[in-house]
């Protein structure tokens, strides 16, 4: 097992990493709790939740299952789930534990960041894509307008990521959780970046995915550490993401994963950091590693204009000025305002030659 330390501003806590924690996850609560309440979605409830109840050895343990994908992520779903913590009689002593994905961490992370102004809770991610949002304390919930636009930061007590869980994950989940690990490559190691795109997903070990993740983990967690509240630096986690996002709001919650969409921007923020910067970075590497690993890269029309719409809702955007995390080298993030024009023709030009190449 690899143990990991996230020294926050707030709070410093572990990433637990291994084989079979789910079967072990009481040794790894650092409190005796009055209440537990496991929140998890009806996909990865139906193979591991018996696990972690059983597991737990405490005699007030309840349970909340939720839709599985993007949708669950709702005002009326956190609504929900605050009331299932009140009838449950949790307190302020009480843990809420996340057993799933992204979105399961995210919403129940906001659910403990909010009930009786916050209590305890520990991330048990289930996916690959998780790795990342499990890590870092952003815990929210979509509105219709935009993803994640209402939430706060709220760090976890503890990260406890077994690794056998993730071999129930189809390839669709398995590719949007590399999506994540390639941008962090891309934001702070080369020879990283390099390694992963020799290799195929197709035919991960235990023994790499294990190593990938923990190098993922290790890239946010260093940025995390210098920036907690995203007021600088943490803003290069997007890289991305603001393509990413604004597709996924159009496109609709769920129907493509968010790792494929980021995958999309990843592309599309190499194109505009080489013509910001002039310089030469790996697209047709990242774009051929792509495409020979399955990722959809075949995006129906969008009117670019309601694109820029959408990006200028990013969290980053200032005074409705689009900002967008870009790439000087690999391993060189920087920030930089892209205007309106520039912005729809650079959309213009990536989407024809996406059509291009497919």
Not at 28 to 54: E, M, N
Not at 128 to 155: R, W
Not at 198 to 221: M, P, V
């Amino acid at each position: 097992m690899d143990t990991l330390h996230v020294n926050a501003d707030t709070k410093t806590y572990p990433v637990y990493i291994g084989e079979d924690l789910r079967h072990d996850v009481n040794r790894f609560l650092s409190k005796t709790y009055t209440a537990i309440l496991i929140i998890t979605d009806d996909c990865v409830g139906s193979h591991y939740l018996q696990d972690v109840k059983q597991a737990l050895a405490h005699d007030r343990v309840f349970t909340h299952t939720i839709p599985a994908g993007e949708k669950a992520k709702s005002i009326d779903i956190f609504y929900q789930l605050q009331t299932k913590a009140i009838t449950c009689g949790l307190d302020r002593r009480s843990l809420i534990l996340a057993l799933g994905g992204g979105v399961v961490g995210d919403a129940a992370g906001f659910v403990a960041a909010t009930f009786m102004r916050g209590i305890d809770f520990v991330q048990m991610p289930t996916t690959i894509l998780a790795h990342d949002s499990s890590v870092g304390g952003k815990v929210a919930i979509n509105h219709e307008q935009g993803k994640n636009l209402i939430g706060s930061f709220y760090p976890p007590d503890a990260v406890i990521y077994d690794i056998n869980t993730l071999h129930t994950l189809s390839n669709k989940e398995v590719r949007s959780g590399y999506a994540e690990i390639i941008k962090e490559a891309l934001l702070g190691d080369a020879d990283f970046f390099h390694e992963l795109i020799n290799q195929r997903l197709a035919s991960l070990t235990n023994r790499q995915l294990t190593d990938h993740i923990r190098k993922g983990i290790n890239i946010k967690a260093s940025i995390v550490e210098q920036d907690e509240r995203e007021s600088n630096i943490r803003k290069f986690l997007n890289l991305g993401h603001t393509l990413g996002h604004a597709l996924e709001s159009l496109l609709g919650y769920g129907k493509w994963t968010h790792g494929e969409l980021v995958a999309v921007g990843l592309l599309f923020a190499i194109r505009v950091s080489e013509k910001n910067f002039a310089t030469n970075l790996p697209f047709d590497e990242l774009y051929t590693w792509l495409k020979n690993n399955g990722y959809p890269l075949a995006l129906p029309v969008i009117d670019p204009g309601d694109i820029l719409s959408k990006m200028k809702l990013d969290k980053k955007a200032f005074n409705s000025e689009v900002q967008m995390v870009l790439l000087q080298a690999v391993g060189q993030p920087s920030m930089a305002e892209v205007d309106d024009c520039a912005l729809l023709d650079y959309l213009e030009s990536f989407f024809e030659e996406l059509t291009h190449r497919n």
